[in-house]
């Protein structure tokens, strides 16, 4: 059963903690506020500041696990408070663990900062959950994609889309390593998976990925560097580093050029064209 003082306090309570920096908004002027205004936290959890402040009011319909959900990561919450916002709220939580999409505060404060830059955090599948906006310039909005669709690996084998942004010369290599990595997380999750469960499918659909999992290769990493082919800018040269959030393993990927080359201009036309370079 819902807890609608509970919840409206705890609400209002992390709202009042989070400052703009905090969250990769601009303070402003004339800020009486003493954390967020709920109209930036309805922008954080996507939804109508109307929405968001009836439940602080003890109003509304009883939200659902998606909008709880929501409100979690746009609070920036911990996974221990995220389950306490389902327990107010009248939901079990979700299961913690490798199959959660909750990413941690601290990536979130991490990809918040990294507004010059392409960056995005993604799950141990290659599934996008959060870019910035030079992410989305550099590759296009990929957290849209629902079901398979939304693993990179899995759409390198069904979608020319998604290889069409990626060197020719670099293909075959990509194609070992997303076969092998799917293999190596398939056999430590096991068979009842969605790793499993992608590499079935694929094998049914892929007569390519048919003949590169019968190699059965394991540890095939990333290269450091990427090689782009963007539509608007051209070729990209940019190295990415990674950080791993392990008790979920999610994945903050950052992309950078060297500066004075080449791809270190390209990016900065990037920044000027915006997410909508690539469509």
Same mark, same amino acid.
């Given at each position: ?25 601009? #303070? ?33 319909? *009883? !939200? ?19 389950? *306490? ?6 939901? *079990?939580?979700?299961? %913690? ?9 601290? =990536? ?62 670099? *293909? ?18 096991? !068979? ?12 049914? %659909? ?31 040269? =940019? ?11 999610? #994945? ?28």
């Amino acid at each position: 059963m819902i807890d609608r003082t509970g919840l409206a306090e705890f609400l209002r309570r992390r709202r009042e903690l989070l400052q703009p920096e905090d969250v990769g908004m601009p #303070r402003g002027q004339r800020r009486r506020t003493s954390g967020l205004r709920r109209e930036e936290v309805a922008v954080l959890c996507n939804m109508s500041t109307d929405y968001y402040s009836r439940l602080e009011r003890e109003r509304g319909p *009883h !939200p659902s696990e998606q909008m709880i959900a929501s409100i979690a990561q746009g609070l920036h919450l911990s996974l221990d408070e995220r389950d *306490h916002l389902f327990r107010l709220a009248g939901h *079990h939580p979700p299961v %913690r663990g490798t199959t959660s999409e909750h990413i941690s505060p601290g =990536l979130l404060r991490i990809l918040d900062r990294l507004d010059d830059t392409p960056a995005e955090i993604v799950t141990e599948l290659g599934e996008t959950l959060r870019q910035t906006p030079m992410g989305v310039a550099l590759t296009g909005d990929t957290t849209g994609y629902t079901g398979p669709e939304r693993s990179i690996g899995f759409r390198w084998f069904t979608d020319p889309a998604t290889r069409a942004l990626y060197a020719p010369q670099e *293909h075959p290599f990509l194609t070992r390593m997303f076969a092998s990595g799917l293999r190596e997380i398939a056999t430590v999750r096991g !068979p009842g998976s969605r790793a499993a469960r992608y590499a079935e499918i694929l094998l049914e %659909r892929s007569a390519e990925f048919r003949a590169v999992w019968e190699a059965h290769e394991i540890g095939v990493r990333p290269h450091e560097v990427k090689h782009f082919v963007h539509p608007e800018v051209g070729a990209l040269e =940019l190295a990415c580093q990674s950080l791993l959030d392990p008790d979920q393993s999610h #994945r903050l990927l950052v992309y950078t050029a060297l500066p004075g080359s080449e791809s270190h201009e390209k990016l900065r036309l990037l920044s000027v064209l915006g997410p909508q370079a690539v469509r």
